[in-house]
């Protein structure tokens, strides 16, 4: 059974940081394309991040312009776990973050991500 497993979420104050991480499970995720998405109350689901599976050691990812530079896309376990480090957070970081895999499709485009996660959920105090 494939499962992708959100955590770390949680009630900050703006300027704060945050590290989220996504446990996949039930296929072999090292090989698949890993993303974060978030979607605020009233708002579409947008894309934040993906990386970009690799058998050499060059590093591959893609961010949104609204996080450049403060969010950071990572991966660990031998690929099965894909982190998203959140800094200098902002009240309009609030939101139920999502992380998905995409078997083959390396965008910022939901409709190629095969697998998603519950959600977490951050929320930013000013």
């Known amino acids: 059974q494939v499962q992708l497993v959100e955590s770390g979420g949680g009630l900050v104050q703006a300027g704060a940081s945050l590290r989220l991480s996504c446990a996949a499970s039930g296929r072999t995720f090292s090989t698949y394309n890993m993303g974060w998405f978030r979607q605020a109350p009233g708002k579409e689901r947008e894309f934040l991040a993906v990386t970009r599976w690799s058998s050499g050691t060059t590093y591959y990812a893609i961010y949104a312009d609204s996080v450049l530079g403060r969010f950071t896309i990572s991966r660990a376990d031998g690929g099965n776990t894909v982190h998203l480090r959140m800094t200098s957070l902002k009240p309009e970081d609030t939101a139920i973050y999502y992380c998905?895999?995409?078997?083959?499709?390396?965008?910022?485009?939901?409709?190629?991500?095969?697998?998603w996660g519950q959600g977490t959920q951050v929320t930013v105090s000013s």
């Open positions: 998905a895999a995409a078997e083959s499709s390396y965008s910022k485009a939901q409709e190629a991500y095969n697998y």
